[in-house]
């Protein structure tokens, strides 16, 4: 009797425990289907809010900025610090009234300023709502050089090209190109200098270069500054340079300490000024009993 009353509540509790299993695991499925569905939402909206976004965002700066009539160019306003005509620094840069101001590429402008070798740098620049501002600074030539080149029947061309202070060579600036008022500058010529070194559109960064730049920029801070002008300068010495004047004057330089010996060719200078002389050679290079040829005074005509 007691053993069946206990075999029944063991089947009846048998029997519950597994209806409790089997309720728990279906839960626990509804649960993850829930939770499944919830994510799976959740990212749906966020794409969907990222597209929204995306392309919302596209077509406000569309009809806000770029399709804008307001945003339109009516104004290039260009400026350079040199000779160069504005109008000829506007076909360079390739932008033109009644496009987008928002719509112009500013890099590809600056590029394309900056790919011309005369010009140093660009700046380019929206004004809103209508002006599109270009500031230029430009290479500025210094001395020049002769170089050969093969032309298209094999024969040698000679072409003269512009030196700028840092050693960067480049074509002469076209006379088309520049301001009305703007006058070819005057430039020593280098002589002496290896041609394979000559590429247009590179520096030459040599020691002749940079010691021939040097002279023709101290020699305007230096006591002969407005006395004597180079016409050329030769660098074929390992150590030394030669300048040649306007005058036909040969002075013969160091290429360490220019500061002094621009010093003692004003002395000589003046030594030769007193007695009615020019100099005719002169060897700075060499530090004392310096070597002093002068010029013969002309002979009075019959």
Same mark, same amino acid.
């Given at each position: 009797?007691?053993?069946? =009353? @206990?075999?029944?509540?063991?089947? =009846?509790?048998?029997?519950?425990?597994?209806?409790?299993? $089997?309720?728990?695991?279906?839960?626990?499925?509804? @649960?993850?289907?829930?939770?499944?569905?919830?994510?799976?939402?959740?990212?749906?909206?966020?794409?969907?809010?990222?597209?929204?976004?995306?392309?919302?965002?596209?077509?406000?700066?569309?009809?806000?900025?770029?399709?804008? $009539?307001?945003?339109?160019?009516?104004?290039?306003?260009?400026?350079?610090?040199?000779?160069?005509?504005?109008?000829?620094?506007?076909?360079?840069?390739?932008?033109?009234?009644?496009?987008?101001?928002?719509?112009?590429?500013?890099?590809?402008? @600056? =590029?394309?300023?900056?790919?011309? !070798?005369?010009?140093?740098?660009?700046?380019?620049?929206?004004?809103? !709502?209508?002006?599109?501002?270009?500031?230029?600074?430009?290479?500025?030539?210094?001395?020049?050089?002769?170089?050969?080149?093969?032309?298209?029947?094999?024969?040698?061309?000679?072409?003269?090209?512009?030196?700028?202070?840092?050693?960067?060579?480049?074509?002469?600036?076209?006379?088309?190109?520049?301001?009305?008022?703007?006058?070819?500058?005057?430039?020593?010529?280098?002589?002496?200098?290896?041609?394979?070194?000559?590429? !247009?559109?590179?520096?030459?960064?040599? $020691?002749?270069?940079?010691?021939?730049?040097?002279?023709?920029?101290?020699?305007?801070?230096? !006591?002969?500054?407005?006395?004597? @002008?180079?016409? $050329?300068?030769?660098?074929?010495?390992?150590?030394?340079?030669?300048?040649?004047?306007?005058?036909?004057?040969?002075?013969?330089?160091?290429?360490?300490?220019?500061?002094?010996?621009?010093?003692?060719?004003?002395?000589?200078?003046?030594?030769? =000024?007193?007695?009615?002389?020019?100099?005719?050679?002169?060897?700075?290079?060499?530090?004392?009993?310096?070597?002093?040829?002068?010029?013969?005074?002309?002979?009075?005509?019959?």
């Amino acid at each position: 009797m007691f053993g069946r =009353r @206990k075999s029944k509540r063991n089947q =009846r509790g048998s029997r519950y425990k597994i209806i409790n299993v $089997e309720l728990g695991a279906a839960q626990q499925r509804s @649960k993850r289907i829930r939770l499944a569905l919830k994510w799976g939402g959740s990212i749906l909206a966020v794409v969907a809010l990222f597209f929204g976004v995306w392309f919302g965002g596209q077509w406000g700066m569309r009809v806000g900025f770029y399709q804008n $009539e307001k945003f339109s160019i009516q104004k290039i306003d260009i400026r350079t610090d040199g000779v160069m005509d504005p109008q000829q620094i506007h076909r360079w840069a390739g932008a033109e009234t009644g496009q987008n101001l928002f719509d112009t590429d500013l890099l590809r402008v @600056k =590029r394309d300023l900056e790919m011309v !070798p005369q010009i140093k740098l660009a700046a380019v620049d929206r004004v809103l !709502p209508d002006t599109l501002r270009i500031r230029v600074a430009e290479r500025r030539p210094v001395a020049q050089v002769l170089l050969y080149r093969q032309g298209a029947d094999g024969q040698l061309v000679r072409a003269r090209y512009w030196v700028d202070d840092t050693g960067f060579i480049m074509p002469p600036l076209d006379q088309r190109a520049t301001k009305d008022e703007a006058a070819s500058p005057w430039l020593p010529m280098m002589m002496g200098l290896d041609q394979a070194e000559l590429v !247009p559109g590179r520096q030459v960064n040599t $020691e002749p270069v940079r010691s021939a730049l040097e002279l023709i920029r101290q020699i305007d801070l230096s !006591p002969m500054a407005g006395l004597a @002008k180079l016409r $050329e300068i030769n660098v074929t010495g390992r150590e030394t340079m030669e300048g040649v004047t306007w005058k036909g004057a040969r002075i013969t330089f160091s290429q360490h300490g220019l500061d002094r010996q621009l010093r003692r060719w004003r002395q000589i200078f003046d030594l030769g =000024r007193q007695h009615q002389r020019a100099i005719a050679a002169a060897d700075l290079s060499i530090q004392n009993n310096l070597p002093v040829r002068w010029m013969l005074p002309a002979r009075p005509s019959s």
